[in-house]
Nanobody
């Protein structure tokens, strides 16, 4: 099977920085786009950033200019560098990816369990 494991969350003050990582492991043939989502208390999960297998990126308007998504295809890993953090960035951050897995036809959607980011004011 395949697992996505996030790391790097924690408590930071307003204006601070954090770097999240997500590593995919298992019987992976290839990985399509990889995404970071977040879900704040009482709110719907929202897409934060996307990176394709070719390295093209896209960001939510709320994080443009502050967050940077990057990808290491050799290690099946993505990162999210978060700078100038605000209290409204407080959320559980989830990694998501479409992955082609040994023994299955087509790509399947996988999610990590999430990592908590708390930004204090």
């Amino acid at each position: 099977q395949v697992q996505l494991v996030e790391s790097g969350g924690g408590l930071v003050q307003t204006g601070g920085s954090l770097r999240l990582s997500c590593a995919a492991s298992g019987s992976i043939i290839s990985i399509n786009a990889m995404n970071w989502y977040r879900q704040a208390p009482g709110k719907q999960r929202e897409l934060v950033a996307t990176i394709t297998s070719g390295g093209n990126t896209n960001y939510a308007d709320s994080v443009k200019g502050r967050f940077t998504i990057s990808r290491d295809n050799a290690k099946n890993t993505i990162h999210l560098q978060m700078n100038s953090l605000k209290p409204e960035d407080t959320a559980v951050y989830f990694c998501n990816a479409g992955i082609r897995v040994v023994g299955y036809f087509g790509a399947r959607d996988f999610w990590g369990k999430g990592t908590l980011v708390t930004v204090s004011s």
